[in-house]
């Protein structure tokens, strides 16, 4: 399975962005798809995960509230759409492939990321 994001950029805070993973390969109906992303300097942290049906979701407590996890089977596309965006949201964001009820710690597949950063 290969996973490639897009959709970062540049935002003011409180600005919006949504981002994009396209899969293509051996994808598999057992998988979740999530977004982990890495700060500057700080470690990887899960963002949130989404069901093979989209029916049920998960959000990091940081997130909650602002960030909307979706997918679409028929484009193998997963989508992360990111409201009310805070500096401390910079970071490159990942997306990655595990079954559900992963830690999300080390995924079995994950792409390379996409770059967010939030100006104050």
């Known amino acids: 399975v290969q996973l490639q994001a897009s959709g970062g950029g540049l935002v003011q805070a409180g600005g919006s962005l949504r981002l994009s993973c396209a899969a293509s390969?051996?994808?598999?109906?057992?998988?979740?798809m999530g977004w982990l992303r890495q700060a500057p300097g700080k470690e990887r942290e899960f963002v949130a995960a989404?069901?093979?049906?989209?029916?049920?979701?998960t959000y990091a407590d940081s997130v909650k509230g602002r960030f909307t996890i979706s997918r679409d089977n028929v484009k193998n596309t997963v989508y992360l759409q990111m409201n009310s965006l805070k500096p401390e949201d910079t970071a490159v964001y990942f997306c990655a492939a595990d079954p559900w009820g992963s830690r999300w710690s080390q995924p079995r597949y994950w792409g390379q990321g996409t770059l967010v950063t939030v100006s104050s």
């Open positions: 390969g051996r994808t598999s109906n057992s998988y979740a």
């Open positions: 989404i069901s093979w049906s989209g029916g049920s979701t």
